[in-house]
Structures are given as C-alpha cells and as structure tokens.
C-alpha cells in the first residue's frame, strides 16, 4: 500500500476513480455522475494543483483505490477550518484498512501544514461505517442537515461532524 498526495498528471486515474465512486454510491456525494461525466479533464488537473486543496490517493499494487481531499478555508477568519471531502475506497480494496490510512495521512498533514485548527466533514446519515470510521478519529455530530440532497430514490439527511485539532 502506497499513499500520496495526487497531482495534475494523475489526473486521469483521479476522474475514472470519481467516475466509478459516482456510480457505486450516488447518494453520499452531493456531484453527480452526469455531471463528472461531462467535466473535462483539465478541470479536475485544475482541481488537483489548487493551492487551497490537497487529495491523497492509496494505491494498491500500483492502482488508485481510494481517495480523501482536505479543502482548506481561504477567508480571513476562516483560515483555521478544513473541509474533508470526497472519502473513498473502490469495493475491491474495502476492509484492508485503506480508509483508515487515508484519514491517517490527512489528519497528519493538517496538523503539521499550519494554521489549521478545526476540520468539518459532512457524511450520509445512514452511512453508519463511514461515520464509526470519523468517529475513532475524534470527528464528534454537531448537527444533522435534513433533506441534504434530494435524488431520485428521494431526500438524504447528512450529519454534520467536526474535529478539534
């Protein structure tokens, strides 16, 4: 298992891992897969250079399997939150660790890249391994967005959970 920060020219493994996560889970990313079908590959390279973000891949004999983005905040008083987005692990590396190992490498680089102080994930309601997964690294509920995201099967509620660096 490798684990390390993407960039532009992974680009393209990047997109069909989104791709294949759009289509696995529909319902626990606010994207969908019509629109990241439709996004040109320059925007995701765009995506994966920005200055404010930074996503970590795990790869598996030298496949991209699973993926975790810190986004951080850019106005002045919000300097010292994070966002965790886009959380996954393709089916077939699922229950090696892999997620606990992303979320290793992304809580150590938050807390040694500065400034950072707080970091906000949201997570489907009914997600309970992912949210036991936050859980054991100190994520804590603060709240519950009802009727989130509205999709063709009908709403999803999204926990609202934070960590205190």
């Not at 490798?2 to 532009?8: A, V």
């Not at 200055?51 to 986004?71: D, K, P, R």
């Not at 009914?126 to 804590?140: C, D």
Request: some cysteine; hydrophobic content about 40%; overall charge negative.
């Amino acid at each position: 298992m490798d684990i390390r920060e993407l960039n532009p020219k992974d680009a393209a493994i990047y997109r069909e891992l989104r791709i294949e996560a759009l289509r696995q889970s529909p319902d626990a990313f606010s994207s969908t897969l019509e629109d990241a079908l439709l996004k040109p590959l320059q925007a995701t390279a765009d995506n994966l250079a920005a200055e404010s973000a930074v996503t970590f891949g795990a790869f598996l004999n030298g496949q991209l399997v699973g993926n975790v983005t810190l986004l951080r905040e850019t106005g002045k008083k919000l300097k010292h939150r994070a966002n965790v987005l886009a959380v996954y692990v393709t089916p077939k590396a699922r229950g090696k660790g892999i997620a606990s190992q992303l979320m290793d490498e992304l809580v150590e680089y938050a807390k040694e890249c500065g400034g950072i102080e707080q970091l906000y994930l949201t997570v489907v309601s009914s997600n309970h391994s992912a949210i036991q997964l936050y859980e054991r690294y100190g994520f804590e509920k603060y709240g519950t967005e009802y009727r989130s995201m509205k999709t063709d099967n009908g709403y999803v509620d999204e926990d609202l959970m934070v960590k205190f660096l």
